[in-house]
Structures are given as C-alpha cells and as structure tokens.
C-alpha cells in the first residue's frame, strides 16, 4: 500500500505540472495556433490553401442585366428628351476560376494567369440568350469618342463614312452578343482592313465579355504575394501585365489589394482593398456589419460613397482625374476607365447610379437604386476565411456632343451617361467549407478551456495533497504540533 507521503508528494507534483503547464499554455495558446494558421495558409504547393485557391472549389455565379432602351424612335423623331430603360435579366452564368502557368519566384511571391470560364444557367435566369435588347452602339459611340478632337473635316468624312452603314446611333442584338458571342458591326470588319483611319479598335466584334471566356491571357499575368516573407501580406497583388503602375496617375496607379480569394487573418481592420482588373486600380471597402453566415460570425466590408470619387468629396481621389481637371472628370460617383478599355467612352458606376451624384442619374428614366446593389465582402475575422462576396458593377458609355458627328449627336441632350449593362459576382460559402471553419474556431476558442481545465485540475491535485500531507502531519505521533511544555520547579 502506497504511503500517505508518497501519495502527497505524487499529487502535489503532478497538480503543480498541470498547473504551470496550463497556465503557460494559455499564456502561448494564441501564438501556438495563429503560427499553426500560418502554415496552413501561406501559399506553397503544399499548403492547405494552395487547392482552394488554384480551382476555387466554392460555387460562384455572374448575374448580367442589360438595359433596353424602350423609346428609340422618339428619340431619333425628337418627341422624348429622357431616355427610357428597362432592365432585362438576370442572365445567370456559373463562374469558375483556375489558376494557370503558375511559377513561384523567391521574392515570396507567385506570378500566374487567371483562366475563367462560363456556362448559362438557364434555369437560373429570367430570359434567353436570344432575348432582344436595344440600346447605344458602342462602336459609334467609341469612334465619336476617338475623333472628338480631330479636325472638322476629318470628323464630317467619318460621320458620312459611319451614315453609309447605320441609320442611327442606336443597335438591337441578341443578350447572347452583348454578352459574350459579340456584335459583328461592319465599321469593325471596314476599319480592320484601313489601318490609316484616325481611330483604331482592337477587336472585331463588340461584347461586354468578348474572347473572354475560357481565355488564358485576357486577365493578363499577376504577380501575388504568398505570404512566406509577411504574412499580413498574403493574397495581395505586387505586380499585374508585367508592371507595378496602372494607367492612373499617382497613388490611385498603384497595383494593390488583394485577388479576393486569400485574406490574411483581418484582426478589426477598418478597411480592406481588392485589385480589379477590369478597372485598372483598387477598390477600398469599409468595416461596416456584424454578419453572420452559417452561424459562423464575421464582418462585412461595404463601400461607401468614396469607391468611385475623383476628387470632388474625397481629395486624395484626385489621381483619377488629371492633374487639370476638365470636362472627362465626371461628378462623384462614376469612374472613368476609357484608359483602361482601349479608349472607348467607359464609365463605371454602381448599379442603377447608386451613390452617385444626381447630375447624371436624372437625365435617363428607369434607374431604381436600392441598398442591396452595394459591393460588400464578408470574412471571419481569426482565420481571413471569406464567408461571402458580392461585387456589382454598372458599364456606362459617355455620349457627348461631338462637332460634326452627327449619327452621335442624337439624343436629347448633348452629355448623357448611357447606362449600358450591370453584373453581379456572387459567392457565398457552402456548408462544406463552413464545418472547416467552425472546426478551426473550435479549435482556437475550445483549446484555452481544455487549457483552463487542466489548470483547474492541477489545482485540486496540489490541493488534495497538500491536505493528505497535513493530515499525515496532524495524526504523526513523532511530530505533533503542539508540545507540552515542561514543568518548572518552584
């Protein structure tokens, strides 16, 4: 039988172990698994991130509405003086994504090429591909707008050039061709085969998303960090095509933000950036919400009305305009991207004009803004998971009056932003992907119980010893504890 100071001394030891072990443990828990994280997410062809972010495994969905002018012929006969829209949609495509020619560099980064490919959904839609849809012909529009500062004579030679294949200023075609097979407009096949004509257009049919499907290079080639150097820097983008400038001047040229699919661990950060191709610069979304997404908590990122100023409200936007600010720096709210579109009138906006400044908004009829056309990016805080994204975008053409041009000077009024088209990408995470979440919370909140309780037990080992060991103390004859004292003589 065990001795009562062997048993004593046996649970005061393993108590004061348990102890200090938990007690340190929950001191380093936190590093222990923001550095076990770490591993998981810095970008190798290893990682746990690596298959998530080469083919994004979440389901991804692209919904197009197109604008259908319902009033051409009272426009062309000077009966109406607003446009009329009506929205026509959603045509809805599943998305997929896969990284390709992936090379990693020792300057932690990875540079690769973006592949996309889309498939209708029909059944997800609210129409046909073969839907009519009437609205502003972008090569006129885009040709008025190559010519708006070239001699008067030039222009009138363009104008009955451009008379001899249109009657007007305005084109139907099928969703399909506005989307993705592309409008075959003679003035492209014409100008292709005359390369002395004063305006050059770098395609041969027009769509909004034209030689883009399953096309490798249309992205062009990005640069990306992968971590391994600083963390905080993960998924964000160092150079794109080759250069670390866009076409924009000053700090709004810089190539920066993230792709969107990696997110360093965002521990209360007030705003997030996103680096969008198709407009040449970042996006900066703000903490706005609290969410919560298959019970797992995060915080959504929304955009205010800063995302698309140049200047007017916010100043250090002026870089998107130039340095002398003229009559191509629109009002707050709508981004010139003509540069970034080989020179065509491009404006993006938000949906429905959406926190933009009315100057526009009021010279078209249809427009119905509502709160849930906002960009918005939802992620969990401790792991940089996102939990959902939803980036909505409106294309414009800019019709202005152009001396001479007359099949552009149509309208009512002589500098009109044409609502054209407006997407929305949305992704939100599958119950899948959730549970990985909710096991890597567990994980960094369940821990510093166990930890606790291990604590806890320490504690009542060291006690219940210290007690068996007083006890032995108490009942020893050898040592008791108070001692008579001797009798002193008198």
């Given at each position: 039988m065990v001795s009562a100071g062997k048993k004593s001394t046996c649970l005061m030891t393993c108590g004061s172990l348990l102890i200090v072990t938990g007690a340190i443990m929950v001191v380093f828990w936190p590093a222990i698994f923001y550095s076990q994280l770490k591993k998981m997410m810095i970008l190798t062809d290893s990682s746990t991130s690596f298959s998530i972010w080469k083919d994004i495994p979440i389901p991804l969905y692209l919904e197009c509405y197109l604008y259908h002018i319902t009033n051409v012929e009272e426009i062309v006969s000077g009966k109406d003086h607003k446009i009329k829209l009506e929205q026509r949609g959603p045509y809805v495509f599943r998305e997929f994504h896969t990284k390709e020619n992936i090379t990693w560099n020792e300057n932690s980064t990875v540079t690769f090429y973006n592949k996309k490919v889309w498939h209708f959904q029909a059944d997800m839609s609210n129409g046909t591909l073969a839907d009519n849809v009437t609205n502003i012909n972008p090569i006129i529009a885009t040709v008025a707008y190559f010519m708006r500062y070239q001699h008067p004579l030039l222009k009138l030679t363009v104008d009955v050039f451009m008379k001899t294949i249109h009657e007007h200023m305005f084109i139907t075609a099928t969703a399909s061709e506005w989307l993705f097979d592309g409008i075959d407009d003679p003035i492209l096949r014409i100008a292709d085969r005359f390369p002395e004509l004063p305006f050059t257009i770098p395609f041969d049919k027009f769509g909004w998303f034209y030689d883009r499907n399953e096309s490798l290079v249309y992205d062009g080639a990005f640069v990306m960090n992968t971590g391994a150097s600083d963390f905080s820097q993960l998924g964000n983008v160092q150079m794109w095509r080759h250069s670390d400038r866009t076409q924009f001047r000053g700090e709004c040229g810089e190539v920066r933000g993230s792709t969107g699919e990696l997110w360093a661990p965002e521990f209360g950060q007030e705003e997030v950036e996103i680096f969008a191709p198709d407009l040449c610069t970042y996006m900066t979304l703000f903490k706005n919400v609290s969410t919560t997404v298959l019970g797992i908590e995060g915080v959504t990122y929304a955009a205010n009305d800063s995302l698309f100023d140049n200047g007017y409200k916010y100043p250090r936007k002026a870089c998107y305009c130039d340095e002398v600010r003229d009559?191509?720096?629109?009002?707050?709210?709508?981004?010139?991207?003509?540069?970034?579109?080989?020179?065509?009138?491009?404006?993006?906006?938000?949906?429905?004009?959406?926190?933009?400044?009315?100057?526009?908004?009021?010279?078209?009829?249809?427009?119905?803004p509502k709160p849930d056309m906002n960009m918005a990016l939802t992620l969990e805080m401790f792991t940089g998971m996102p939990l959902g994204v939803s980036a909505q975008l409106q294309i414009n053409m800019l019709i202005r009056y152009v001396?001479?041009?007359?099949?552009?000077?149509?309208?009512?009024?002589?500098?009109?932003l044409v609502p054209m088209m407006w997407f929305r990408q949305e992704l939100s995470t599958t119950e899948e992907y959730a549970n990985l979440a909710r096991v890597a919370l567990n994980v960094r909140y369940g821990v510093p119980y166990g930890l606790y309780a291990l604590t806890a037990i320490g504690a009542l080992l060291l006690l219940f010893g210290i007690y068996i060991l007083v006890k032995k103390i108490m009942k020893s004859p050898e040592t008791p504890i108070l001692r008579e004292s001797p009798s002193v003589e008198e």
């Open positions: 009559r191509d720096c629109l009002p707050s709210g709508a981004l010139n991207v003509s540069q970034c579109r080989y020179g065509a009138p491009a404006m993006v906006t938000q949906p429905h004009f959406l926190n933009m400044d009315p100057y526009y908004a009021q010279k078209v009829e249809g427009m119905d001396e001479a041009i007359s099949l552009n000077n149509q309208l009512p009024e002589d500098d009109v």
